[in-house]
């Protein structure tokens, strides 16, 4: 089974969440808690770079956590999608909707 490794920084305007490993419905419960938390006090940043998977849980999660950062007047952002993260999201159709961000001082 895979595991996924969470480090949590902060930043002036948002808070920013580095996930390593895998993004599925074995690893979702932990990351879950947090991220709802974190979206409705702050701007989110998500450094997809080193995630292997990516599954349709994980998204699940991920697309939950916009809508409820949007409704709290905040923006969730990804960025440096790894390959996998960037296939997933891609093939959902909802990419459009998402912020993309390719370093923390595009966080607005």
Known sequence: MEQLTIIEKEGANYKQF???GALNAYTVGEFQDNLYKAVTENNVVLDMSKLIELD???????????NDCEEAGYKLYFMSMSNESERTISGSGF??????????????
């Open 18 to 20: 580095v996930l390593e």
């Open 56 to 66: 349709p849980s994980g998204l699940g999660v991920l697309m939950a956590a916009y």
């Open 95 to 108: 990419k459009s909707l998402f912020h993309m961000i390719t370093s923390v001082t595009e966080v607005k």
